[in-house]
């Protein structure tokens, strides 16, 4: 009897610390629970509010920007108040960066804002709350593809920081201002696009017209004898058929764009996506819309996803227009009432 309890005890404590190692397994390999923010408007004023819909700070802002997130604890935002000056908040509207009379830009380098008072240039670090650069510089600069250094100028003085504000090195103008003509430059702009070529190979009966650069994306429109549009893109291979009334792009962010096409005035809309595999066309929505799609954003009313929605007109049951959303991502058309 006593063997048997002693048993018992035992494998009971075996199961209790593999059930623990198994517990903390799994919640170490779980993603953590990370949450997104957007600015909405009310009455002409911008406050904050998450994917959930929940207002994180009311509505207080003159204006205010997307809100850039690298990391699931903090996300940041350029806000202006009502005394025109500008400052960074969080996601719950706190103030990072007083409101000053400044100009303040996304540096494209984790949460770096750039800094600009009476002519000069520094860098603030969000994250940190302090400033690494102080704003006393002619020129501060990143390059396409390096997230370790800011480059900036003072007078004759060209510097090399780490982004933690350490000073690497100072270099000869000659290689600042080379390095000056590569800022924000991405890889598929530095291609050499023979026009001439592309045209030659069009055939009989097209015409290549004005190129279309799309963030990081170059386009080349082509229309037949019958005045209808199809698109080309850099390498001169066909991305959309030749078959359209007219074709129009927009630019929603640098590596994600659409463009919207219309065939026998009836409205489509193609989402077009830069991703490490290649470069994606998806026809999000067919040519139905007797109006041209309008851009709702993070505006939709009732919804704050951060995806894409376009304001469309279609026609209702009993063939008389309506207006609808069209959600891109779930590529789904939102009836009134749905």
Not at 89 to 109: E, K, S
Request: aromatic residues 14%.
């Amino acid at each position: 009897m006593v063997y048997f309890w002693q048993n018992h005890f035992v494998k009971k404590s075996r199961m209790k610390t593999i059930f623990l190692f198994l517990f903390f397994s799994v919640a170490f390999l779980l993603p953590a629970q990370t949450n997104t923010f957007f600015p909405f408007e009310r009455n002409g004023k911008w406050g904050i509010v998450d994917l959930q819909g929940k207002i994180t700070a009311p509505p207080a802002f003159e204006q205010l920007s997307f809100f850039l997130q690298p990391r699931p604890a903090l996300a940041i935002g350029i806000a202006a108040n009502d005394k025109g000056g500008t400052g960074v908040v969080d996601q719950n509207g706190v103030t990072i960066l007083p409101f000053q009379q400044q100009d303040l830009l996304f540096a494209g380098l984790e949460y770096k804002i750039w800094v600009k008072r009476n002519g000069k240039w520094g860098v603030f670090d969000a994250a940190k709350k302090k400033m690494i650069l102080p704003v006393a510089y002619d020129t501060v600069m990143t390059i396409y593809g390096d997230s370790l250094h800011v480059f900036a100028q003072k007078k004759d003085r060209y510097h090399v920081y780490r982004t933690n504000g350490k000073l690497e090195k100072e270099e000869g103008a000659e290689a600042f201002q080379k390095r000056k003509t590569m800022r924000f430059v991405p890889p598929m702009m530095l291609m050499d696009v023979d026009e001439n070529e592309i045209r030659e190979n069009l055939g009989e009966g097209y015409t290549l017209d004005k190129r279309v650069r799309m963030g990081s994306l170059i386009y080349f429109p082509y229309y037949n004898q019958q005045n209808l549009y199809g698109l080309l893109d850099f390498e001169g291979k066909p991305v959309l058929e030749c078959k359209y009334e007219q074709l129009l792009f927009e630019v929603r962010n640098y590596d994600g764009h659409f463009i919207l096409v219309r065939q026998h005035d009836l409205w489509g809309i193609y989402q077009v996506e830069v991703t490490p595999s290649g470069i994606q066309y998806h026809q999000v929505m067919d040519c139905l819309s007797s109006s041209t799609p309008l851009y709702a954003g993070e505006r939709f009313p009732g919804r704050y996803t951060g995806d894409s929605y376009y304001l469309v007109t279609v026609s209702g049951p009993d063939n008389q227009p309506v207006k609808a959303y069209f959600h891109v991502p779930g590529r789904k058309l939102l009836l009134p009432g749905s």
